[in-house]
T-cell receptor
Framework: EPEVTQTPSHQVTQMGQEVILRCVPI?????FYWYRQILGQKVEFLVS????????KSEIFDDQFSVERPDGSNFTLKIRSTKLEDSAMYFC????????????FGPGTRLTVL | SQQGEEDPQALSIQEGENATMNCSYK?????LQWYRQNSGRGLVHLIL?????REKHSGRLRVTLDTSKKSSSLLITASRAADTASYFC??????????FGTGTRLKVLA
């Protein structure tokens, strides 16, 4: 069964550094999402992406975040200058354009900012 | 946006017992999904029930849906230690964002 993949599984970075988290959505999916989960807290929506542009973003998704679909398969989340509070699990999700389809989530990338 | 709220927040049972958790939502749905999240891991899609269905089975899982009450329940029969996880519900099929509730934290004791 097709699945969403994410790399790396764990990323450790120094505060102030830029990180890029990568996702490969399911191949025929058209909607893409990023969520994050700080340890012990809820899964929080960050951004949704469709037709090569952001369709919705949360208040968390400020100017230090950006998303890109650089080619036909990857979907990336960039954090320009990481802060300690960016430490979290980041989940990518994708879905088709079908009305009855659900979002399928990747396994997540654990980001640790030191 | 759509949001699910799960109840109870925490549930502890013995292995072999059945676990029932409930879900409520506010806006109309196309369908309803249940997800599982093991500690520190990703969200795994368990089962989907369409808005015109009332009950669905998948292995040890049984889901019911009452659209008039905007509620759903997930029953896990003959629970196992490996079922220990958090369980979330909701409709992620819209193009809008999905807001997760706090989930039900199920602990199955061996």
């Amino acid at each position: 069964e097709p699945e969403v993949t994410q790399t790396p599984s764990h990323q450790v970075t120094q505060m102030g550094q830029e990180v890029i988290l990568r996702c490969v959505p399911i191949s025929n999916h058209l909607y893409f999402y990023w969520y994050r989960q700080i340890l012990g807290q809820k899964v929080e929506f960050l951004v949704s992406f469709y037709n090569n542009e952001i369709s919705e973003k949360s208040e968390i998704f400020d100017d230090q975040f950006s998303v890109e679909r650089p080619d036909g398969s990857n979907f990336t989340l960039k954090i320009r200058s990481t802060k300690l509070e960016d430490s979290a699990m980041y989940f990518c999700a994708s879905k088709t354009s079908g009305r009855f389809d659900t979002q399928y989530f990747g396994p997540g990338t654990r980001l640790t900012v030191l | 946006s759509q949001q699910g709220e799960e109840d109870p927040q925490a549930l502890s049972i013995q292995e072999g017992e059945n676990a029932t958790m409930n879900c409520s939502y506010k806006t109309s749905i196309n369908n309803l999904q249940w997800y599982r999240q093991n500690s520190g891991r990703g969200l795994v899609h368990l089962i989907l029930i369409r808005s015109n269905e009332r009950e669905k089975h998948s292995g040890r899982l049984r889901v019911t849906l009452d659209t008039s009450k905007k509620s759903s329940s997930l029953l896990i029969t003959a629970s196992r230690a490996a079922d220990t996880a958090s369980y979330f519900c909701g409709d992620t099929s819209g193009t809008y964002k999905y807001i997760f509730g706090t989930g039900t934290r199920l602990k199955v004791l061996a």
